[in-house]
């Protein structure tokens, strides 16, 4: 019996492009490195022009669909006032300590209706840390700071913890996850296995997924610092999360030459995307509280270039079952029967397919043909591909054809198709 995803998993594969905004107590201090031990005092922070509304404009313009920022990281510094810390925003200069990044985001996601993401390191360094031997004190602070983000902001639709540095602490797995649930029973998380987790990183942070991406899996890597993959007690249908950077860094520093390329971008977007992931980019803030404008521009050709391509499909009819697993597009006008129909063929590099998921993932292998312009009774064989999922992108050399069919070749059970576009990808 296949394994089902849950509501929130299918509507999580639905959002498909996200944005994480890592911002906060370095973004004020440039050069600095995770897990470096160099102090950040809180003085230094005090981003005079921040405005979160802008975040979701570039958001917007690149056609994203949810967004995560970066609540508390690896250094403990929390962008909220939190009353388990000393080490927030309610001791910078910053609105006199006033004020509140957390609630300025969460209201600017509202406004554009973004998904609100809320990213939260479990690990952190620095002089304010409590000691990881200090087990249940440090769960305790754990525990209440999430509170705090998951009480005082409504609906909160997804929580990212972060993996690294907590390599070889035992937390109170059961208590938290039980605390995060009963606060937000409609919450999805992104986390270590133990915690009960709803989305899983894709085991890179360059924004790629592979050629064969099964939704169900009974092991994954969780971190950067081990090379480890940790075994689930039972196979679990875990939807993959591609995150990756803007820039060399996660956090804003001076480095604006190494913002990629517009084609390198796209790429990764049908490389997530295209592979039955989610494509999640980081874009970091800067001290004054704006995303860069190089940063802003490039975000924004993204969202244009995939609009551009992807937007509308070719004028195909709608799709249809021909046999049992074999699916096909056609022109309108097309007859089958009749041979040197060139005039309704169209030209096509790239085939996007979609799997009716409420029953789970089935389709393993499958195949995309083209009819032939003129020998009508025709085909040749444009790709063989693994998965498909929530969506495969299937790029190849440009065809001209007035029907595409694609036949499942290998399912676990019954599977079907949901639907079939073609385009020509510039």
């Known amino acids: 019996m296949k394994i089902k995803p849950t509501k929130g998993q299918l509507n999580f594969l639905n959002w498909e492009f996200g944005m994480f905004f890592h911002f906060g107590i370095r973004s004020f201090y440039p050069g600095h490195k995770d897990w470096d031990g160099i102090e950040m005092p809180a003085e230094g922070f005090n981003p005079a022009q921040l405005n979160c509304d802008q975040w979701m404009r570039v958001a917007r313009d690149a056609g994203a669909t949810y967004t995560i920022l970066t609540t508390k990281h690896h250094d403990g510094f929390a962008l909220w006032p939190s009353q388990y810390s000393h080490y927030s925003v309610a001791n910078t200069p910053w609105k006199e300590g006033n004020g509140d990044v957390v609630r300025e985001y969460v209201d600017a996601c509202r406004k554009y209706g973004m998904k609100v993401g809320l990213y939260y390191s479990p690990a952190q360094w620095g002089s304010t840390a409590i000691p990881f031997s200090a087990e249940k004190e440090y769960d305790d602070y754990f525990i209440n700071q999430i509170t705090e983000l998951l009480t ?67 092991k994954w890597d969780f971190s950067q610092l081990t090379e480890e993959s940790v075994s689930l007690s039972q196979a679990r249908f875990l939807p993959a999360e591609c995150d990756c950077k803007l820039r060399d860094t996660w956090f804003y520093d001076r480095n604006e030459n190494t913002i990629k390329s517009l084609d390198e971008l796209f790429g990764m977007y049908e490389q997530s ?31 244009e270039k995939i609009r551009e391509n992807y937007r509308t499909p070719i004028d195909f009819a709608n799709m249809t079952e021909e046999t049992v697993g074999v699916y096909a597009i056609t022109h309108p006008q097309f007859d089958e029967k009749n041979g040197g129909q060139r005039d309704r063929a169209r030209a096509v590099n790239t085939v996007v397919l979609a799997e009716d998921l409420t029953e789970g993932q089935g389709i393993r292998e499958f195949r995309v043909y083209a009819t032939l312009p003129a020998y009508n009774h025709k085909r040749i064989l444009l790709y063989c591909g693994c998965t498909v999922g929530h969506k495969t992108i299937c790029r190849f050399p440009t065809v001209y054809t007035p029907k595409i069919t694609v036949e499942i070749t290998d399912s676990d059970g019954v599977c079907k198709l949901n639907s079939i576009n073609a385009y020509f990808v510039k």
Not at 180 to 202: A, G, K, N
Not at 288 to 296: K, Q, V
């Open 152 to 218: 005082n902001y409504g609906k909160i639709d997804y929580l990212w913890f972060d993996g690294c540095g907590s390599e070889g602490h035992v937390y109170d797995h059961k208590r938290i996850v039980g605390e995060i649930f009963r606060l937000q029973p409609d919450i999805l998380t992104f986390c270590d296995p133990e915690w009960f987790p709803c989305v899983r990183w894709v085991g890179n942070e360059d924004g790629y997924a592979s050629l064969e991406n099964p939704y169900v899996i009974s």
């Open 273 to 303: 995307v295209g592979r039955g992931s989610n494509f999640l980019i980081n874009v970091g803030p800067d001290e004054r509280g704006l995303i860069p404008e190089a940063d802003a521009k490039r975000m924004r050709e993204l969202g």
